[in-house]
């Protein structure tokens, strides 16, 4: 890994810019030379790190040649693509700032908006700041749905939960991302308590290249990971509540169809099979829910503990396929 020289200004904050990019070998240069451009008036010292997410084409030896002309850059690898998240995570773990602003190397959005992204975090204390993209787009539509379901399961103020951000580097030490989370890295900041403001940020057509984000799975399996987080944050904090409230009203339920049945049976003379059998699977129904609310209880503790183990200990690391640049 390339290091920087000196070291930093204390009065200044460093900032850590993390680009992870795939087969983006004709964004690389200008990306860095704009980055440049932006490091010169920028009110606190930055680095840029990029990570290689298992490229196919010239991505990484242009990155390990500007590490090479430059001492603030950063470089780390995969040599199989990894997705966006472990990226993201490598690229965490491999930056020395205290303040991370997460950009994509497509030049959709350029750096010279990092500052204005990172200023409230530097002038007003904000924990993170979420870019709201401005300009046109070809998932304009679809994106304006995600948003508008994310603002109403979550209650958050937030018009773009999958944008650039900057946010401080507590942000990640706090929360545990799974695959494909990094877009929801607002909502579980703001589960932690964290404080989160947002800045309008141009969006640009790419210049060079093709998205790597398309198909209609992907929103399938975008709403269906927010549902799993949505059930993470609000009732796996308390399962046996959840659950539990779930198990008495099937009890209650069984208990006035018993009732009925009860009534039917000996004030009408009528007996019926069928009230008993619904009684008997409303009553089973109601204890598999207790029993799921206790096991869940198990893993919401062993849960804390991992999390809080995690909050305590470093990573020493990354896996085996993920490199670095040498000093």
């Known amino acids: 890994m390339t290091s920087l020289s000196g070291r930093p200004d204390e ?3 460093l900032v850590s810019t993390i680009v992870p990019a795939m087969n983006e070998e004709g964004n690389i240069d200008e990306f860095v030379r704009l980055f440049a451009e932006m490091r010169e ?5 930055c680095e840029l790190v990029y990570i290689d997410d298992g490229s ?4 990484r030896s242009k990155m390990l040649a500007a590490a090479s002309r430059h001492d603030w850059i950063r470089v780390a690898w995969h040599q199989r693509n990894r997705g966006l998240t472990e990226a993201l995570q490598t690229g965490f773990a491999a930056a020395t700032g205290s303040i991370f ?4 190397a497509d030049l959709q959005f350029l750096p010279e908006d990092i500052p204005r992204l990172v200023a409230p975090i530097t002038e007003r204390g904000i924990d993170l700041v979420a870019g709201w993209k401005q300009g046109k787009y070809q998932k304009a539509f679809v994106s304006s749905i995600y948003n508008a379901f994310s603002r109403w399961l979550f209650n958050l103020e937030v018009h773009d939960m999958n944008a650039v951000k900057a946010f401080r580097r507590e942000v990640v030490e706090r929360i545990f991302l799974r695959k494909d989370w990094h877009r929801y890295l607002v909502v579980l900041a703001a589960n932690e308590g964290f404080t989160i ?3 309008k940020v141009p969006l640009y057509e790419r210049a060079w290249g093709s998205s790597k984000f398309t198909g209609v799975w992907r929103i399938l399996i975008g709403v269906l990971d927010l549902l799993a987080v949505k059930f993470q944050i609000s009732f796996l904090k308390k399962p046996l509540l959840y659950f539990g409230t779930i198990g008495v009203g099937l009890f209650g339920l069984a208990g006035l169809i018993g009732l009925f049945a009860v009534y039917r049976r000996y004030v009408e003379g009528v007996g019926d099979r069928n009230l ?3 009684v008997i699977f409303l009553a089973g129904l109601g204890m598999g829910f207790f029993m799921l609310g206790f096991m869940s209880e198990g893993q919401t503790a062993l849960k804390e503990e991992i999390t809080d183990l995690r909050r305590r200990v ?5 896996s ?6 040498p000093s």
């Open 314 to 318: 470093k990573r020493l690391g990354s």
């Open 197 to 199: 403001d947002e800045v």
């Open 11 to 13: 009065s200044r904050p």
């Open 320 to 325: 085996d396929d993920t490199n670095e640049s």
């Open 56 to 59: 196919t084409d010239t991505t």
């Open 101 to 104: 602003v997460f950009y994509p």
């Open 41 to 45: 008036t920028a009110p606190f010292d």
């Open 276 to 278: 008993v059998f619904l």
